[in-house]
C-alpha cells in the first residue's frame, strides 16, 4: 500500500452527522406547495384483458384532481434493458400489482377512497407461473407476444442474438462455450449432477420507493428520485414523454438503502403524468406492500450444474443451465442478470471445457429485477455447494480442491478474459486460518455443530461512463462534484477522499453538493459494484488536472517548474522551502472566473463478448482488454449449530475476507462486509418471498423476516478480513466490492449444515422445515 | 371529528387539531414539519418511527396521535447531549461507523437512548434484545452495537 494521507485511513463519514441529527434529506421528505398525492389502481390478476375502466364516481369525489388511465398516458413503452413496460397498462395486465389507474388527490385519503370507487372489469387469461414452463419452446403462455419488436432500452448490448426465436417468453439467452464440453466429460474421472434453487428475495431497504416531480412553469420538469441512476432516468423518461432532455432536471435525495432495487424505475413515470396533465407537484410514496410488489424482488434461479473432474480435484468441465423467472415485464431481470451471472461462474476457477446457458424468461409473477451482486451469489450457491460435493466424493479435501482450481494471474478465465487482481487464494487462506474447518467443532446434545466455506467473486460490469468537477475558488473552497450516488456505501466520503488526498488537504475541507443533473457530470450511476473504479477514477482525474492547474500557475509566480512544488494545507509552497510559497485561494484570483476548474472522465474501451460464445476476442484480450471492469474476491466461512430435533440453523460464528484491490476507506469497507454477511444469513437461512398464483402472500415486514439484532452471531463471534490485491486501472488500486460482501455466504451456510447434521440442502433458504425433512429422510434410507 | 390536543415536543408545547386516525408520526411528519422521524413500514415492525414518549420508545406509526395528549415527546431533532451540542449516542454513531445510508439511524438512536436510560450498563446481549424492534438492511448491526456500547460509556462520564 502506498504512502497516503487521506485514502487508505478510516476517515469519518461526511453524510454521518446529517444522519444523526435527522437533517439528512430523503425523497419522502420532500414537501411542495399545492402538492397532490398519488395511489395507484393495481391489477389484482396476474394475467388479464382490461375489458373496461369506470371512474366517473371517484371523478366526483371531493379533492380527486386527476385519474389517468392506459388511455390517457403515452402507450410507447420504456425500461430498464428492454422497453416492454408501459406506464399504465394498455388493455393487458402481466401480474399482479401492475398498475392499471392512477388518482391524483389533494389529500392521500381522498385518492386512498378514490380507488375504492373505480370500477374495473377484466378477463382473466390463461397464466403462467412456473421459469420453466416458460422458457420452453412451446410455453402454454407467450407474455409479450410482440417481444421481437421492442427496442433495446441500453447502450450495453444490442437484443438481437440474445433472444432466442424458438423461446417466445426469452428476453435474454446468454451463451458461454469454451473447448468441447462432451470430450470433457469423457475424460473426467467424476461426472456428477445437481440441481440448486434460489428463492425470491426482496431488497427490504428501510426507505419507502418515492416519486416526487415539480412541474416548472417552462414546461421543464424536476424529478426526485428515491433511485439509483439518475443521469440514464432522466435520458429514458425525457425519451418516453417526448421532451428535450434539458428540460429534465433530477435530483437525487439521500438514498435510503438499495441493494439493486433501484435498478426498476417502475412508478417513476406515473408521477411525471400526472405532473404534466396538472401543472401541480407530485408525490408518490409506496406502501411496503408495493415495494414488495413492484420495487423488484430478487429472480429465483434453477441451476441445474454437472461437473467433470479428474480424481486429484482438477476441473475438467462445466455444464451450467441456468433460468431466472422474471415477471410479466423484464426491468433488469433478464437485461442484465441472465447475462452477467454468468461472469460470476467465470471468475474463481480454470475449467477447460464449459458449456454455460442462462435464460432470463417472463412469467405471470410479479417483476424480479437486479439485486445486489446480479445473479453472482445465486450461481455461487450452485458451484460453492458443488465443490464439497465433488471432493467429498473423490475423497479429497475441499479446500486443497479450491486452490489447485482458482485462476491465476495472467491465465485466461472460461470467457477468454485475461485474469488480473486475483485475491481468491488469500482471501481462502484468512478464512481457513480463521474457520480452522479441519478441527471439527463439538456438538451438544441436539445441537450439531459443522463448518463450511465458499470462495467466489464479483465481477463490475463495463462499459460504463463516470465524470467529475472540482471547482476551487476563494468564496465557495473546494467543491467537488461528481455522479456517485450514495445510497449508504459511502461513496460521498470516498470521493472527497481521493481529491482530499490529490489536493493536500483534509475531507473537512471540500464540499460535495447532493447529485442534481443541473450541475452533477454525467456518471452512469450506482450498480455493479461500478462507483469506486469508475466515479473514483473520473474525480481522481478531475482533482489531478485541478491539481496541475495549481503547479502551473504557482510555479510561474514563484519562478519554479510545478514539480517543486507541493500542495499541503491549502498552500502551495517550494519542496524544501516552506518560505516560498503562495496560498490556494490567492491562486483563485489568477484563474478566470476566480475559479479553478479540474475535469475528469474515466474513458475505457473495453471488448464485447461474441453473443454465440460468449468468449472476448483472443486478439483484445491479448492486447489487455477486457470484458469486465474488474474482480473483487472474497471468501465466506462459517460455523452453525443444527438442531436435530427441529431442524433449525444457528449461525455461531461467521467470517468474510474481501480483495477490494485496496482499501480506501477500511471502516467503511467493513460497513458493506458486514452489511454482505447480514443480508447473507437472511437470505441463506429464511428469506424468501412466497407467491401463490402470481399473489404475494408475505408482503410486510411481519411475515417476510430480515435479520435482526437477534438473528447476527455477536460482534466477537462476527470477522472481517481484507486480502486487497490492487487493481491496475483501479484508483490508488482498487476496485468495488460491496456485492461480492454478499456473495458465498449462501453456500457456506449449506456447507456447514452438511457438515454438521450430513444432510445438503440444494435450495435456499435453507429453512427448518427443509433441513428437518432432510433429516428424516437421511434416517428413513438408514 | 377532529380534536384539539396539546402535547409538547422537543421542549416546545405544541397546539394540534388531530382527525381520529391520525398516527403520531403522520402528525410529527406532516403537521409539525418534523422530518427527521421516518417511516418504513407503518405495521409496527421497522422501528424507523420510533420516538420517545415520556421517555418510553414508541414506534409513532402505531401510535395514535390523539393518545399524545399532555404527553412529552422527544424526536431526533430535539434529541440533545446534556451541555447542548450532539447527544453521545450520535456522536457514537458517528464515530463507529454506524451509519450507512441512514433511514433507521434516527429510530436506533431514539431506541438505543430509551435502551440506556432504562439500563445505564447493558451487555451487548442487553443491546441486541433492547433493539431488536428496529430493523437495518444496511449494517449487519455490527456497529451499531459497538455505538450503543461505546456511547454507555461516554453517558456514564
Not at chain 1, 187 to 209: G, Y
Not at chain 1, 361 to 371: E, K, Q, R
Not at chain 1, 518 to 538: E, I, K, L, M, V
Not at chain 1, 610 to 638: C, F, M, W
Request: proline share 5%.
Amino acid at each position: 500500500m502506498g504512502d497516503y494521507s487521506v485514502v487508505g485511513k478510516s476517515v469519518a463519514r461526511v453524510d454521518a452527522l446529517e444522519k444523526v441529527t435527522g437533517k439528512a434529506v430523503y425523497c419522502t421528505d420532500i414537501k411542495l406547495p399545492g402538492m397532490l398525492h398519488v395511489k395507484v389502481l393495481r391489477s389484482p390478476y396476474p394475467h388479464a384483458k382490461i375489458i373496461s375502466i369506470d371512474a366517473s364516481k371517484a371523478a366526483k369525489l371531493s379533492g380527486v384532481k386527476c385519474i389517468l388511465t392506459g388511455d390517457d398516458v403515452p402507450s410507447n413503452r420504456y425500461g430498464s434493458v428492454v422497453r416492454d413496460s408501459t406506464i399504465l397498462a394498455q388493455g393487458v395486465v402481466r401480474a399482479v400489482g401492475e398498475p392499471v389507474v392512477a388518482v391524483a388527490a389533494e389529500t392521500l385519503e381522498a385518492a386512498e377512497e378514490a380507488l375504492e370507487l373505480i370500477d374495473v372489469k377484466y378477463e382473466p387469461l390463461p397464466a403462467m407461473f412456473n421459469a420453466e414452463e416458460a422458457v420452453s419452446t412451446k410455453p402454454p403462455v407467450v407474455i409479450h407476444p410482440d417481444l421481437f419488436k421492442y427496442e433495446p432500452a441500453s447502450s450495453f448490448f444490442k437484443l438481437g442474438k440474445r433472444l432466442d426465436a424458438d423461446r417466445p417468453n426469452v428476453v435474454m439467452h446468454f451463451r458461454i462455450r469454451k473447448g468441447d464440453i462432451e470430450k470433457g466429460f469423457e475424460e473426467s474421472d467424476l461426472v456428477m449432477e445437481n440441481r440448486f434453487q434460489t428463492a425470491r428475495i426482496q431488497h427490504c431497504p428501510m426507505e419507502l420507493q418515492v416519486s416526487v416531480v415539480e412541474p416548472e412553469p417552462d414546461g421543464s420538469l424536476t424529478l426526485w428520485v428515491s433511485l439509483t441512476m439518475m443521469h440514464p432516468a432522466r435520458t429514458e423518461f425525457s425519451r418516453l414523454f417526448n421532451l428535450p432532455v434539458d428540460k429534465v432536471r433530477a435530483v437525487q435525495p439521500y438514498v435510503g438503502g438499495s441493494f439493486g432495487r433501484s435498478s426498476t424505475r417502475s412508478e417513476l413515470p406515473i408521477a411525471i403524468a400526472m405532473a404534466m396533465k396538472t401543472g401541480k407537484p407530485i408525490k408518490h410514496v409506496f406502501t411496503r406492500e408495493e415495494m414488495y410488489y413492484r420495487a423488484g424482488n430478487r429472480i429465483p434461479f434453477t441451476i441445474d450444474i454437472k461437473d467433470g473432474v479428474k480424481k486429484d480435484g482438477t476441473l475438467i468441465a462445466r455444464k451450467m443451465n441456468i433460468i431466472l423467472g422474471g415477471g410479466g415485464s423484464a426491468e433488469f431481470t433478464v437485461g442484465l442478470v441472465a447475462r452477467n451471472c454468468a461472469f460470476g461462474a467465470a471468475g474463481t476457477y480454470r475449467i477447460p471445457n464449459v458449456k454455460l446457458d442462462s435464460y432470463g424468461v417472463y412469467t405471470n409473477n410479479p417483476i424480479a429485477t437486479g439485486f445486489r451482486g446480479l445473479g453472482t451469489p445465486e450461481v455461487t450457491f450452485a458451484i460453492e455447494s458443488h465443490m464439497d460435493m465433488l471432493a467429498e466424493k473423490l475423497g479429497i479435501d475441499p479446500v486443497e480442491m479450491r486452490r489447485k482450481n482458482i485462476l491465476r494471474e495472467g491465465e485466461a478465465n472460461i470467457t477468454g478474459e485475461i485474469t488480473h487482481s486475483i485475491g481468491a487464494q488469500e482471501c481462502l487462506s484468512k478464512i481457513i486460518d480463521w474457520l480452522k474447518p479441519a478441527q471439527k467443532p463439538k456438538s451438544e446434545g441436539v445441537w450439531k455443530k459443522g463448518k463450511g466455506l465458499a470462495v467466489t467473486n464479483k465481477y463490475t460490469l463495463a462499459p460504463s461512463t463516470a465524470s467529475a468537477r472540482v471547482e476551487i475558488s476563494r468564496e465557495e473552497g473546494i467543491a467537488l462534484y461528481h455522479g456517485a450516488e450514495e445510497v449508504g456505501q459511502g461513496c460521498d466520503t470516498v470521493m472527497a477522499q481521493i481529491t482530499a488526498e490529490i489536493l493536500g488537504v483534509s475531507v473537512e475541507g471540500i464540499k460535495s453538493p447532493p447529485n442534481d443533473t443541473s450541475h452533477t457530470p454525467f456518471d452512469s450511476g450506482a450498480y455493479s459494484s461500478r462507483q469506486t473504479y469508475w466515479s473514483g477514477n473520473a474525480v481522481k482525474l478531475a482533482s489531478e488536472d485541478a491539481r496541475r492547474q495549481v503547479l502551473e500557475k504557482a510555479g510561474s509566480i514563484l519562478g519554479v517548474s510545478p514539480d517543486q512544488l507541493e500542495m499541503k494545507g491549502g498552500l502551495v509552497y517550494v519542496k524544501g522551502k516552506p518560505g516560498s510559497k503562495i496560498e490556494l485561494s490567492d491562486l483563485c484570483g489568477k484563474f478566470p472566473d476566480g475559479k479553478i476548474v479540474g475535469n475528469g472522465t474515466m474513458v475505457q474501451e473495453f471488448a464485447a463478448e461474441d453473443p454465440e460464445t460468449g468468449q472476448i476476442d483472443p486478439k483484445l484480450a491479448a492486447e489487455g482488454k477486457r470484458l469486465n471492469t474488474s474482480y473483487a474476491h472474497t471468501a465466506k466461512g462459517v460455523e452453525v449449530a443444527v438442531n436435530t430435533e427441529t431442524g433449525e440453523v444457528k449461525i455461531l460464528r461467521v467470517a468474510t475476507a474481501d480483495d477490494m484491490g485496496f482499501p480506501l476507506n477500511p471502516k467503511s469497507c467493513e460497513q458493506q462486509a458486514e452489511g454482505g454477511l447480514g443480508m447473507g444469513i437472511g437470505i441463506g437461512l429464511y428469506e424468501e418471498v412466497q407467491l401463490k398464483e402470481g399473489v404475494i402472500t408475505n408482503p410486510n415486514f411481519t411475515d417476510y423476516r430480515i435479520p435482526t439484532f437477534y438473528q447476527m452471531p455477536s460482534n466477537e463471534n462476527l470477522k472481517v478480513m481484507f486480502a486487497p490485491v490492487p487493481h491496475k486501472d483501479g484508483p490508488f488500486g482498487a476496485k468495488g466490492f460491496s456485492e461480492g460482501a454478499l456473495a458465498g455466504m449462501e453456500a457456506a451456510i449449506a456447507n456447514a449444515v452438511y457438515n454438521a447434521v450430513g444432510v445438503r440442502i440444494k435450495d435456499i433458504p435453507i429453512t427448518a422445515e427443509k433441513v428437518l425433512k432432510a433429516l428424516k429422510e437421511k434416517e428413513g434410507k438408514k | 371529528m377532529s380534536q384539539k390536543i396539546k402535547f409538547k415536543v422537543n421542549g416546545v408545547m405544541e397546539e394540534v387539531n388531530v382527525e381520529p386516525g391520525w398516527s403520531l408520526a403522520y402528525v410529527l411528519r406532516e403537521v409539525l414539519n418534523l422530518m427527521g422521524t421516518k417511516v418504513g413500514c407503518e405495521t409496527g415492525n421497522c422501528g424507523t418511527c420510533t420516538v420517545l414518549v415520556d421517555g418510553k420508545a414508541i414506534k409513532s406509526c402505531l401510535f395514535l396521535a390523539v393518545k399524545a395528549k399532555g404527553k412529552e415527546i422527544v424526536t431526533i431533532e430535539g434529541l440533545k447531549g446534556k451541555q447542548g451540542g450532539l447527544h453521545p449516542l450520535q456522536e457514537a454513531f458517528m464515530d463507529h461507523f454506524a451509519v450507512q445510508c441512514g433511514y433507521c439511524t434516527p429510530g436506533m438512536i431514539l431506541a438505543a437512548k430509551a435502551l440506556l436510560d432504562e439500563n445505564p450498563n447493558p451487555t451487548e446481549e442487553d443491546v441486541r434484545r433492547g433493539l431488536s424492534g428496529n430493523l437495518c438492511r444496511c449494517t449487519g448491526y455490527v456497529k451499531i452495537v459497538e455505538a450503543v456500547l461505546a456511547a454507555k460509556e461516554m453517558t456514564g462520564r
